[in-house]
Structure formats: structure tokens, C-alpha cells
């Protein structure tokens, strides 16, 4: 999105933006925003939405972190390395490997997150 601001401040001088990013729902018309961009599932609203770019999450670690603990090779494997990971409406959201039939999900253990919680020895807050 970043790289967009350029040409739109171009097409449109005169516009301010200001951003603001939250966890919690927002109330777009009362927090005073004229425009949202929403990741995730969206509640029933009287709100129009357009789907304008799709997300893709994807696992990593340094090289660094892999020559001490080893490479996991199966969604199994990630139990044993510790993980940063997301809380929405203060569950810890499982990683999904694959699509299909084929998908795969777990809860990782012995997590750091992006809140307060953390997670119980099965994955869940």
C-alpha cells in the first residue's frame, strides 16, 4: 500500500491521510474515519466493502535460529520451536498449511504473541 501513496498524492494534492491501526473493532463512521482497510473476516454491517488485495501468511525463521534448534519438516515438528503468534478476539489463530482436503492447521506451543495472552500446553489461550 505504501508504494501506491506516491501517485495518489499526485492524482490528489489536496488530500490528507492519516493512518491509525487498531486490534479492536472500530466503529468506522463514529471513530470519525472515512475509509477502513480491514484484515480478516468482516462482521454484518450496513457498511459498504470491496476485496481489494488478498493476504498470504507465511512462516519463517532466521538461519540462525535454524542452525541451533533444526529445521522442522512437518507441521508436527513445530510443537518443539517457539513461535510468535497472532490473537484475534482473544484466541491465538491457528497456522494452516496447504488448501483443500489437504490443509493442515495447528496451534503452536510455548508461544510468544502479539498481546498479553499466551497459550496453554494445548495451543489455546
Avoid at 12 to 20: C, I
Avoid at 38 to 47: I, V, W, Y
Avoid at 85 to 112: D, I, K, M, N, T
Wanted: negative net charge; aromatic residues 10%.
Amino acid at each position: 500500500m505504501v508504494s501506491k501513496l506516491a501517485a495518489f498524492f499526485a492524482a490528489y494534492p489536496d488530500m490528507a491521510v492519516e493512518m491509525a491501526a487498531s486490534e479492536r473493532p472500530t466503529t468506522i463512521i463514529e471513530d470519525g474515519f472515512d475509509l477502513a482497510i480491514h484484515s480478516g473476516d468482516l462482521p454484518d454491517s450496513t457498511l459498504v466493502a470491496r476485496r481489494f488485495a488478498q493476504t498470504m501468511i507465511i512462516l519463517v525463521a532466521t538461519p540462525q535460529y535454524l542452525s541451533r534448534h533444526g529445521a522442522p519438516e512437518s507441521p508436527e515438528d513445530l510443537n518443539r520451536f517457539r513461535s510468535v503468534v497472532f490473537v484475534e478476539r482473544g484466541s491465538v489463530q491457528p497456522w494452516s498449511f496447504g488448501s483443500g482436503p489437504g490443509r493442515e492447521a495447528c496451534y503452536p506451543h510455548r508461544s510468544l504473541s502479539n498481546k498479553r495472552y499466551r497459550t496453554d500446553e494445548d495451543g489455546r489461550s
